[in-house]
Structures are given as C-alpha cells and as structure tokens.
T-cell receptor
C-alpha cells in the first residue's frame, strides 16, 4: 500500500495551545483519511479529504489536503485534555479498501 | 445501525498455546473485514483482509491465520503463540462501495503472551 510519514511522532502541549500534525507522501494520493485513537481505545474515523487543496473544519479541528495531494495536515486550535490520543492518517482509494496507516502522532495535553 | 463486536477484550496466554479471537458485525451484509495488529501502542499493521465468505488475503507472513466462516464473522487464530504475537488486535469492517471508505473498528483484543 501507499506509504505515508507522519510528523511529529510525539507532541506535548499545554492546554490551550495549538497542535498540528503532518502527513506526507512521496506519491500523489487519491484521498486521505484521518483517525483518532484515545489511550486504550480503538481508532475512530474523523474525516476524509478528496480534493486538491481541500480544507475541512470540525469545531476546533482543521484538516487540509495539499494542492499536489501529497500531503495533509490536522490542526487543533486551543487544545483541550479531551484531545489527548494518537492521530493517524491513512491514504484511501486503495484496492479492497485496505488502509495502510501512518505511524501516528501521540498528543499529550497538560492541564 | 451497524455495530462490531470483538472478543475477548483481554487475554494472557502462555507461549505455545493456541489463540482464537472473534469478531462479528451486525446491521450490514457482505462487508469487507480486516484484522490489524498494534504493537507497542503505535502503528497499525494490516494482517488479513476478507472480501467475502472463505476469502482471506494475508498481508504479512506470520504465525497467524484468519478465517471467515460466515458473512459477518471474522476469526483470527494461531496454533502456537510466540512472544512476538503480543499486541493489540483490532478487527474492522468497511461497507463495499461506500464513498468515504472509512473503517469501523471493534474495541480490540489485548493479547499478552508470556
């Protein structure tokens, strides 16, 4: 499957600070999906981006898909302790719907 | 609405013992099914996927096998567990032909091999 690299691997922030994680591919992606996994939990789908340059917002979360469809980002404004977890990106549009996930970014929010 | 059940939630097994993890999906039919493993709380590795009854594809060579005896049932097995089989096993399903193609995960089975 298509490989993506996520950076950073870890991010510690104070509550109220912003957070951004990046997902980069060396090849053009059909689409990109984002998932969140709370500590001890299972991954939960957040969003799918399909169009070049697409920007989508979910409350304090902003998702972007690059113009070249080779990178994507997730930005959280004014983090809260409920944002703690691991954020994964995964290229979609693959055969049989198989997803190859990035290594994830582990977010810790200090109150 | 669709739900996915996975069990057992936690198990501790000795090296060399067999393994059986089960996953069932309700509220949909003919889904694609997947088994992922997450080691050390980080990346998700796809182990097996299935597009129909009896159809299993393996993504990585390993000590595990999978079966799909019924449309909405997916089983992960091992005849003899290794220490390296420890991890968090996640079953997931996807609706064929769905526009978003999102995966819906079960709550996972945490396996410790001693």
């Amino acid at each position: 499957g298509q490989q993506v690299m996520q950076i950073p691997q870890y991010q510690h922030v104070q509550e109220g600070e912003d957070f951004t994680t990046y997902c980069n591919s060396s090849t053009t992606l059909s689409n990109i999906q984002w998932y969140k996994q709370r500590p001890g939990g299972h991954p939960v789908f957040l969003i799918q981006l399909v169009k070049s340059g697409e920007v989508k917002k979910q409350k304090r979360l902003t998702f972007q898909f690059g113009e070249a469809k080779k990178n994507s980002s997730l930005h959280i404004t004014a983090t809260q302790t409920t944002d703690v977890g691991t954020y994964f990106c995964a290229p979609g549009g693959t055969s049989y719907g198989k997803l190859t996930f990035g290594q994830g970014t582990i977010l810790t929010v200090h109150p | 609405s669709q739900t996915i059940h996975q069990w057992p939630a936690t198990l501790v097994q000795p090296v060399g013992s067999p393994l059986s993890l089960e996953c069932t999906v309700e509220g949909t039919s003919n889904p694609n099914l997947y088994w992922y493993r997450q080691a050390a709380g980080r990346g998700l590795q796809l182990l097996f996927y299935s597009v129909g009854i009896g159809q299993i594809s393996s993504e990585v060579p390993q000590n595990l096998s999978a079966s799909r005896p019924q449309d909405r049932q997916f089983i992960l097995s091992s005849k003899k567990l290794l220490l390296s089989d420890s991890g968090f096993y996640l079953c997931a399903w996807r609706l064929k032909g769905a526009s978003t193609g999102e995966l819906f995960f079960g709550e996972g089975s945490r396996l410790t091999v001693l």
